[in-house]
């Protein structure tokens, strides 16, 4: 089982950036592929970006694509999500999330607890 934790988010105003980051724990990190998805209030858990295992390709909803930037530290057991020009509409809780394979499938095999990103206009 592996334990994630993520970190970073906070209050921002419109055009800023913040990064987040997921510490991972529990499993061999490097082996698996790595995700972010978020959720906004009343609203689904939508994906937002993934990672494969080497860090050699990424993959970002078309809503980030250009203004977030997913990375991975494999000796650190840490993955990134750099996010800049940062729009209200990105306001929503943030989660880490580990793939069940060491290519970004779609399906998640463990959730972190979420950090809170809130741009404001």
């Known amino acids: 089982q592996v334990q994630l934790v993520e970190s970073g988010g906070g209050l921002v105003q419109a055009g800023g950036s913040l990064r987040l980051s997921c510490a991972a724990s529990g499993r061999t990190f490097s082996a698996y592929a790595m995700g972010w998805f978020r959720q906004a209030p009343g609203k689904e858990r939508d994906f937002v970006a993934a990672?494969?295992?080497?860090?050699?390709?990424?993959y970002y909803a078309d809503s980030v694509k250009g203004r977030f930037t997913i990375s991975r530290d494999n000796a650190k057991n840490t993955v990134y999500l750099q996010m800049n020009s940062l729009k209200p509409e990105d306001t929503a809780v943030y989660y880490c999330a580990t793939s069940s394979s060491s290519n970004w499938s779609g399906r998640v095999g463990s959730w972190g607890q979420g950090t809170q990103v809130t741009v404001s206009s």
């Open positions: 990672i494969n295992w080497s860090g050699g390709y990424a």
